[in-house]
């Protein structure tokens, strides 16, 4: 134990200091300083310093409500201005569960706000699609590929559209196409397929990355790409 | 039941992604913070944290996210 008491945990050292007043070493302003000093286990302000946090987190909520209001036609305010306390009230236990991570490569207020905006973004998404089906096949209609710059040489949209619809039902597993038809197509918040189908945000992603290099393979083979990168290495 | 859309038009990063080595979501959400900090400091946040551009382009919901950090960060809301 230090001589003020705090277990020299070494996730926490850097991460607060032990010298009331003195910048914190994982702060790089004196305003993330001056947080971190309030936030820390034992501070005499510690309370005050919570209460600071979750107003600037609720604040931050409520902007991105406002900011969505107008593609969640299907949600009241009064379920919106849940979602936000909701979600701030979460956010603040994220950060102090998490103080000691603070790196001070950021200002404290940004790394913040980030466990508010995911909180809120997830909630909302969640609210909008809570009534909808996730489509679970691509269907029958046809398939427009938007060619705006894209990351690599590519041969004329029809021919693409058509390559890519049958790489699709022939070149990956079941869920490789379910994923992706539901994420890339059908416009399914990444979060809501990942409850829907009892996996992660993390798990999903990796599926989808997987899906799109077999895709990439499948459009190089058949001449429509240039030829392939390290990633596709399968 | 809703009528099935005419056509879909999809943009092709979305269905194909990159060549490009690419953070995942929770490595992004890690890091989000000092690329939008780096960004805003007029610094080279693609060098600071690479892989973090090529996901944002394909991962609509950390897009969305990194949007909303970057406004906040910028004009943080008072009251």
């Known amino acids: 134990m230090t001589e003020l008491g705090f277990a020299q945990d070494p996730a926490t050292v850097g991460a607060a200091s032990v010298v ?17 000093c309030g936030l820390r286990p034992g501070s005499t302000d510690r309370d005050e310093a919570i209460d600071r946090l979750h107003g600037l987190l609720l604040r931050a909520a409520r902007r991105e409500v406002v900011r969505r209001r107008a ?46 905006v995911l909180n809120t973004s ?57 994923v992706i038809v539901a994420l890339a197509v059908m416009g399914v918040p990444i979060d809501v397929l990942a409850d829907r189908l009892g996996t992660s945000r993390g798990a999903l992603y990796k599926t989808l990355h997987d899906a799109r290099a077999a895709l990439r393979r499948s459009l190089r083979d058949a001449g429509f790409l240039a030829s392939a990168g390290k990633e596709d290495t399968p | 039941m809703s009528r099935p859309p005419a056509y879909r038009t999809v943009g092709l ?25 780096t ?26 996210e990194y949007r909303s950090l ?9 009251g």
């Open chain 1, 20 to 36: 009331p007043g003195e910048p914190s070493p994982a702060a790089r302003d004196e305003e993330s300083a001056r947080w971190l």
């Open chain 1, 71 to 116: 593609s969640m036609p299907n949600v009241t305010w009064g379920e919106l201005e849940i979602a936000a306390q909701e979600s701030a009230d979460d956010a603040v236990v994220a950060v102090l569960d998490r103080l000691a991570s603070f790196e001070g490569r950021s200002r404290f207020t940004t790394w913040a706000y980030k466990f508010a």
């Open chain 1, 122 to 178: 997830v909630t909302l998404r969640r609210l909008a699609w809570r009534e909808r089906e996730i489509p679970r096949d691509a269907g029958d209609w046809p398939l427009v590929i938007d060619l705006a710059p894209g990351p690599e040489e590519v041969a004329q949209g029809i021919d693409l559209a058509s390559a890519l619809r049958r790489a699709i039902y022939t070149q990956l597993t079941p869920h490789q196409r379910e």
């Open chain 2, 13 to 37: 990063p979305l269905l194909i992604g990159a060549d490009t080595p690419e953070l995942g979501c929770d490595r992004c959400f890690d890091l989000l913070d000092v690329y939008v900090d």
């Open chain 2, 39 to 64: 960004e805003l400091a007029g610094d080279a946040a693609d060098q600071t944290v690479p892989g973090m551009r090529a996901h944002l382009v394909g991962c609509p919901a950390c897009a969305e």
């Open chain 2, 70 to 78: 970057l406004d906040l960060a910028r004009t943080p809301p008072t």
